[in-house]
């Protein structure tokens, strides 16, 4: 499966976009990607940190935990790589891109993303 992931960031929920962005600048991290309801940091080290909100509703209590993205130029190959291996993925509603989450034997999410 390894094989089929082009790239990986972390991601969590916010209820407050503008709050998060002030409180990561605050470590000396800058916004490297603003759409509004989501925005990344280019951390030290390669990795990405992502916030976001649904739409432009606040959620009623966020998640409170970072998740993985796992990104696939082949999702249908990622797909019945999962399939195979007896994980259980669950599509997201999205309008751009394809998305589905499926978690890890504790309960935390991972996402697979592709076009």
């Known amino acids: 499966m390894a094989d089929i992931i ?14 998060s962005i002030r409180f990561y600048k605050k470590l000396g991290l800058k916004p490297s990607r603003h759409m509004g309801h989501y925005v990344e940091f280019k951390a030290p080290g390669g990795t990405v940190l992502s916030v976001y909100a649904f739409g432009k ?35 997201i509603k999205t309008p751009g891109g394809r998305m589905y989450w499926f978690a890890d034997p504790d309960g935390n999410r991972l996402l697979l993303v592709g076009n």
């Open 6 to 19: 082009i790239d990986s960031w972390v991601i969590a929920q916010s209820n407050n976009i503008p709050r």
């Open 57 to 91: 509703k606040r959620a009623a209590r966020p998640s409170g935990g970072w998740r993985i993205i796992l990104k696939s130029k082949r999702i249908d190959a990622a797909l019945a790589a999962l399939k195979k291996r007896k994980i259980d993925c669950h599509e």
